[in-house]
């Protein structure tokens, strides 16, 4: 069983209300099926010690396309 992985990154405004973000997104493919493997943000106000919490509500918006 060959696993592959596909990356992109997808730019949308943060369902938590925290203006925009950019997500790179690691995409599992095997047998033809994508699954969602990883996700990294790089909004700053939530990469700063001490900035914003993040509950990940992104994950849910990203999973269902």
Known sequence: MKQTSRWNIRQMRCPEGKGHAELLLEWKVERGRKTLHSI?????????????????CC????TKK
């Open 40 to 56: 990294s943000c790089n909004h700053p106000q939530l990469a700063d010690y001490g900035g914003l919490e993040c509950q990940w």
């Open 59 to 62: 994950l849910e918006k990203i």
